[in-house]
């Protein structure tokens, strides 16, 4: 059965870090790419980044976390990871990492949500004071 399972969601202060994992089972993540999504309350699911197959090698983040944000995998793991370092309130938001339909590779439409066809079931992340 394919599957993914979202863990290492918290509360954390401004300033502060986070380590998203996203655990794959039924398949091998490194021949997919694989996608971080988040969605605020009472706003629409955004893309936030996207890991290719290593042997692409090719990431994209949305704007709003470049730098601060970075993804990775441990292939003996058969993990993705998302590393969140100076958060910010607005990263607010329950957090999900998905499995495109078919391809090693983030495109640069990489955040259509139609592109994913398994998803996890997302781990909430709140950064307040």
């Known amino acids: 059965q394919v599957q993914l399972v979202e863990s290492g969601g918290g509360l954390v202060q401004p300033g502060g870090s986070l380590r998203l994992s996203c655990a794959a089972s039924g398949f091998t993540s490194n021949d997919y790419a694989i996608g971080w999504f988040r969605q605020a309350p009472g706003k629409e699911r955004e893309g936030v980044s996207c890991?290719?197959?290593?042997?692409?090698?090719?990431?994209w983040y949305a704007g709003s976390v470049r730098g601060r944000f970075s993804v990775s995998r441990d292939k003996a793991k058969n993990t993705v990871y998302l590393q969140m370092n100076s958060l910010k309130p607005e990263d607010t938001a329950i957090y999900y990492c998905?499995?495109?339909?078919?391809?090693?590779?983030?495109?640069?439409?990489?955040?259509?949500?139609?592109?994913?066809?398994?998803w996890g079931q997302g781990t909430q992340v709140t950064v307040s004071s």
């Open positions: 998905a499995r495109v339909v078919s391809g090693r590779a983030c495109e640069r439409d990489w955040s259509t949500l139609e592109q994913y066809g398994t």
């Open positions: 890991i290719s197959s290593s042997s692409v090698g090719i990431n």
